[in-house]
């Protein structure tokens, strides 16, 4: 029996490096077999503390609920997954991540009016700012209610679709590790074969579900970690790379924190003050969102009782041994 014969692969050239007698010829012969040098290289590698293209950055929700508004009458829900606005960081080249590995967004879903279900591998997080009674988020086919101050989990791969059964619009800020996974590579996002997930199942105790009025009191009842500050972290349900703590401030309240290897946005939940995050202040009030890019000092003063949200990734720089403080 005769076996095909493979036909030969075509060898490059063999490239004469004994010819090279100055180091701009090496270079140029080391561009005919894809090698760069590691000796001369325009840009280190590696180097000794971390480089922060991110800057610090402050998004009002006053600005978001008003575009958003308008949106409800230009944008049906059937033309974009979803009508949100994408808290894209500052920055030259960046069109998408509110800092390195997390992005924020803020959300409308009118009254009467559902998003369809998908599912995707990124986890993601949503703070609800204002919504009535009978405004949902469908998790693997279970009716979440949505309240203004709770906050819900949509891990990696579940289903999660969105009705508002009331009769005011809705917003919430989304918080997704979309980012982390685009640098990584393993997307996958579909469709629920129904559009919206049908079901008529509402879990008041779900895992997914923090709700303001269990959470806050907890927290007020938490030992301070700075005169006027507590905080709590939002568990046990966990998502992989990101967490959530609430952190309470009383009215005049300082809390100032050293900079460390984690990215942070945080959520006004409640109250207001102003920020100092490496050289840029920001006055925040109820529903805004700012951006605190790894290892930038900053500190928080509130100007009257200020509840915030923190979603930081540190769980995942824990688990890769890269957490660390200044
Ligand atoms: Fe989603």
Redesign the pocket.
């Known amino acids: 029996m005769n076996m095909p014969v493979t036909p030969a692969f075509p060898e490059a050239a063999a490239v004469d490096f004994d010819a090279a007698t100055d180091l701009d010829t090496l270079y140029g012969l080391l561009d005919q077999v894809q090698m760069k040098n590691g000796w001369a290289k325009p840009t280190p590698s590696i180097y000794p503390e971390p480089k922060q293209p991110f800057v610090p950055a402050h998004w009002r929700y006053a600005d978001a609920h008003a575009a958003l508004h308008v949106a409800g009458g230009l944008v049906a829900t059937e033309w974009a997954e ?1 009508r949100n606005l994408i808290m894209a960081n500052p920055i030259p080249g960046n069109d998408y991540a509110t800092v390195r590995t997390l992005v924020g967004a803020y959300q409308m879903v009118k009254g009467g009016e559902t998003a369809r279900s ?1 599912r ?1 591998t990124p986890n ?1 997080m949503r703070v609800v700012l204002d919504a009535a009674p009978r405004t949902f988020t469908i998790v693997d086919g279970k009716k979440i209610p949505m309240l203004p101050g709770d906050v819900l989990l ?1 891990p990696n791969w579940g289903y ?1 679709g969105h009705a508002n059964e009331s009769s005011e619009d809705a917003y919430w800020i989304d918080v997704l590790d979309a980012p982390l996974v685009q640098h990584l590579g393993p997307m996958f996002f579909n469709v629920h074969p129904d559009g919206i997930e049908k079901t008529d199942i509402v879990d008041q105790q779900s895992p997914m579900r923090f709700a303001h009025a269990e959470y806050k009191p907890r927290l007020l009842a938490s030992p301070e970690v700075a005169p006027g500050v507590r905080s709590l972290v939002l568990g046990p349900a966990q998502l992989t790379t990101f967490d959530r703590v609430v952190i309470h401030l009383a009215g005049s309240a300082a809390w100032t924190c050293r900079r460390n290897t984690a990215n942070l946005i945080f959520n006004v939940i409640e109250g207001s003050g102003v920020s100092t995050i490496g050289d840029r202040t920001f006055h925040w009030q109820r529903g805004d969102m700012f951006a605190v890019p790894s290892w930038i000092d900053h500190s928080h003063v509130a100007s009257e009782d200020a509840l915030l949200l923190r979603v930081s990734d540190e769980p995942l720089m824990r688990m890769l041994g890269w957490f660390r403080s200044a």
């Open positions: 979803r998908h995707h993601a949509t999660h």
